[in-house]
Every structure is written in structure tokens, then in C-alpha cells.
């Protein structure tokens, strides 16, 4: 069955379809809830199974022979260039990373465009199910055919991945779905090596958490993957409505100092948005600081100061806060719900982590005046990256920089550490910004 470009041919169930192009983009669309589907394709042979986990074309292996994802409900495929040994590409749909089952979705349907060729339909009856075997582009002889499949999968991804050879953790497998009212499930969970944990992660850690720490498998991500840590803040006297979204930025700007500790050689290095501090992504500690904050509300944007950090596994970073002399001493959670940021993922049109990046957020919270506040402790060791979010207060009345000694451990007041000082009348905040760490007491 063909059709021309512009005409659409709808298809049932179950039906097979003589493919005439080489090239076709399989479009999952809905009426609602926006977003609610993410679609992937898996490259399977003759025996129905994949050859490896890099079969699984999904937003954090974007790309194999033959299939790429052109975006969360596109999927591109070129016949030509399919592996001999692929028999069939099966597109999926899931809603796990929304924690909402097919039956909550309105107006979902299916469609595969060529040049020449348009087919959609309509998959009947989905209820329980969070993925979905949308469609399978197939080998027909020295052709190719489309199967309108349109059966889901109740017991999950996890059961689909495994069905079709790729491996899952037992213990990753994911939790029962919330009911459609509840608000969605926090982590999209993926088919992951035994090894690599591929699940979104999208963690807030409160006062309240029972564990302040929280971890992101950089081993999924390609080399062109951005990793990001930062501070945001609304501004002093913000206003937000009942759901705590902001009607009205603040004011007040916070000192935002990133100590970088070298595990080798025991020496500090201080980035701050400050000139000829910044820091340069070529050099150790790898990281380079976007610039200081033009404060809450410009662009309609909390105030932002963040680095970009290349991980690596030689060092740990302190996420340091100076709320004293210039910006006056205080709380500061009087900044209007400070948060720590933590991004990792592709890049977007600005090149800093995109919308899917994976996120760990530490939301402050401390009503201490205390000149200084550690508010996170990032470190990667095998290639996980852990943030601690406890927050630990320097000592009182003091300006001396909270630190890490040789040994990696807390101090509250470092001997010969950086100070804090005014930077109006000194030109930089801090009394020094490298160094030796201290020795472990």
C-alpha cells in the first residue's frame, strides 16, 4: 500500500504495509497531557533480540546504525543504512517518566512519513500500560514492510527490555506506577547495563530528606555531554503564588565561591565569578565559572551563578556561600529560596545542559547568619558523581572560608585558608585564591 507525500493513509491494527522509501520519520503524537510519551527504537535480528545494549536508540544513546532520535516523539530511520543483520526496528512509546499509564493519554496515534508514502493509525484500547510497541519496520524479502503493531506493556520497560535481550538490573527495575492523579514519578527509569545506571535522575534534597545525598551516572552520557553546578536565588523579598512559582523577583546579590580541592597534590584553587578567577576548562580543576550573576529578575530569570566542570576524578568541589560585609550579614535563606543546582545531559541551543538533562536539586533552607555556608560537596569517584547537600556554617563572626583538608575532610576555619573581605573596597572578595590545603588534624 502507498500514498502520495501529502496524503495520509490510515491503517488498523495489525495491518502490513509495503514500504516504497528509504527514508521515514515515526511521529508519536497526543492530544494530552503534553509530553506524557517519550518514544525509542530498538534494532533487533532474525532471533528477535538485540546484538547489544547499544541497539536501544533512547535520549541517552541517541544514535545507531540506520536510526536516530530526532527528538521525544521523533524517531528517524534509513533503511539503506541498517546493518544487514537487522531484521526489524520496533518503535516505542513509554510514559514511565511521567508516572502515568497509556489510559491517562488522550489522542495518542502514530505516524510514518517518507517522500512518497504517509501511513498513521490509531493504537485501540490502551489502559494499564506504560510502553507501547507502536510500529516495526521489518524485512519483506529484498523489501521492507511496515507492521502496525500497537500492543503495550503493562509490566513496564524494564519487562520489554528484557524480553528482548537487553540487560536490566533486578534492582533497577521500576516501581509501581503512581495513579493518574498522584503528580509524576521523579525518575524516568531506562534498560541499563549491569554496570551503568541510565535512569533520569530528578532529585530534590530537602532538610527534611532523610539522606542529603544524592548520585548521577556520568558513565551513560558521550563526551559531548555538559555537566553544570550552580547556585540560584530569587532575590530578597521575592513574592510566589500557592504553588510557589515566582510572581515577582527580589533583590540582593550572594558571593558564590567554588573550592576545588586537588586529591594528587593537596593544593586549592578558589573560582568565583570575578576576573582572572574564573577558571579555564583546558586546565586543572577543569572547570571554568559562567560569570557573575546580573541578579534575580533580569530576563524574568532567578539569579544564576554556576560553573562548568569537566568531570574528573582527582578532586572534590565545595560549593561555598559568602553572605557578609558588602551583601550585609544574614540568613540566606532571606535570598529568596536559594537551591543548589546540579545538571548533566546534552547540550541545548545555549550549550548548557537541555530540558532531559539529568538534575540533582539541594534547596537551602538555613535561617543561620553565620558568614559563610558550605551548601553542597561534590565529588566523582568511579564515575559517579555524588552530591552531599548537608550544610555546614563557619564559625561565628569569622570570615575565614570554609575548606577541605588534604584527606578530603570539612574544616569550619583554615589557618592561612582564604578570607572574605569587601569587594568594594579591595577589588576581589577573597584575601587569596590558591593554595595548599590544610593538613588533617
Not at 521492507?144 to 520489554?160: E, K, P, T
Not at 527534611?208 to 563526551?223: N, V, Y
Not at 545538571?343 to 547568619?369: C, E, F, H, M, W
Amino acid at each position: 500500500m502507498s500514498g502520495s507525500a501529502t496524503t495520509m493513509v490510515e491503517v488498523s491494527k495489525g495491518s502490513k504495509t509495503d514500504l516504497v522509501d528509504g527514508k521515514y520519520t515515526v511521529r508519536l503524537d497526543l492530544d494530552s497531557p503534553a509530553g506524557a510519551v517519550d518514544i525509542a527504537a530498538v534494532l533487533l535480528t532474525a532471533e528477535g533480540k538485540v546484538r547489544s545494549d547499544a541497539d536501544f536508540v533512547f535520549f541517552n544513546n541517541p544514535a545507531a546504525s540506520g536510526v536516530r532520535l530526532e527528538s521525544d516523539a521523533v524517531v528517524a530511520v534509513d533503511l539503506s543504512a541498517l546493518p544487514a543483520e537487522i531484521y526489524r526496528v520496533v518503535i516505542t512509546g513509554s510514559t514511565e517518566a511521567q508516572g502515568i499509564r497509556f489510559g491517562a493519554v488522550a489522542g495518542l496515534r502514530v505516524s510514518v512519513v517518507g517522500a512518497g508514502q504517509s501511513v498513521s493509525f490509531v493504537p485501540p484500547g490502551l489502559d494499564s500500560e506504560t510502553v507501547l510497541q507502536a510500529v516495526a519496520l521489518y524485512r519483506r524479502g529484498s523489501g521492507w514492510r511496515l507492521d502496525a503493531i500497537g500492543q503495550g506493556y503493562s509490566a513496564g520497560l524494564a519487562a520489554f527490555a528484557t524480553d528482548h535481550g537487553i540487560v536490566v538490573d533486578a534492582d533497577e527495575e521500576p516501581a509501581d506506577v503512581a495513579p493518574v492523579t498522584q503528580a509524576p514519578a521523579p525518575q524516568r527509569v531506562t534498560p541499563t547495563a549491569a554496570s551503568v545506571d541510565l535512569r533520569k535522575v530528578d532529585v530534590v534534597l530537602t532538610k527534611e530528606s532523610p539522606d542529603r545525598r544524592a548520585t548521577i551516572d556520568l558513565r551513560k552520557g558521550d563526551p559531548g555531554y555538559v555537566l553544570t553546578v550552580g547556585l540560584e536565588w530569587d532575590g530578597r523579598g521575592a513574592k510566589y503564588d500557592a504553588n510557589g512559582r515566582v510572581t515577582e523577583f527580589g533583590t540582593g546579590d550572594l558571593d558564590v565561591y567554588f573550592f576545588c580541592r586537588n586529591e594528587i597534590t593537596g593544593d586549592y584553587v578558589v573560582l568565583s565569578g570575578e576576573k582572572g578567577h574564573q577558571g579555564d576548562l583546558s586546565t586543572w580543576p577543569y572547570i571554568h565559572h559562567q560569570g557573575d550573576t546580573r541578579g534575580p529578575g533580569a530576563n524574568n530569570l532567578p539569579a544564576t551563578e554556576q560553573v562548568t566542570v569537566r568531570p574528573t576524578e582527582n578532586g572534590d568541589l565545595l560549593l561555598n556561600v559568602y553572605q557578609s560585609v558588602d551583601n550585609g550579614a544574614g540568613a540566606i535563606d532571606k535570598f529568596g529560596n536559594p537551591r543548589v543546582r546540579v545538571r548533566y545531559g546534552r547540550p541545548g541551543p545555549d550549550g548548557l545542559p537541555d530540558r532531559d538533562a539529568d538534575q540533582i536539586t539541594v534547596v537551602i533552607g538555613n535561617g543561620k547568619s553565620s558568614f559563610w555556608a558550605t551548601v553542597a560537596h561534590i565529588d566523582v569517584r568511579d564515575g559517579i558523581l555524588t552530591v552531599d547537600g548537608t550544610i555546614h556554617y563557619s564559625r561565628a563572626f569569622s570570615e575565614r572560608m570554609p575548606v577541605l583538608d588534604t584527606a578530603g575532610t570539612w574544616v569550619r576555619s583554615a589557618k592561612n585558608g582564604p578570607v572574605g573581605r569587601s569587594k568594594k573596597a579591595n577589588g576581589l572578595g577573597l584575601s587569596r585564591y590558591e593554595g595548599q590545603c590544610p593538613t588533617p588534624r
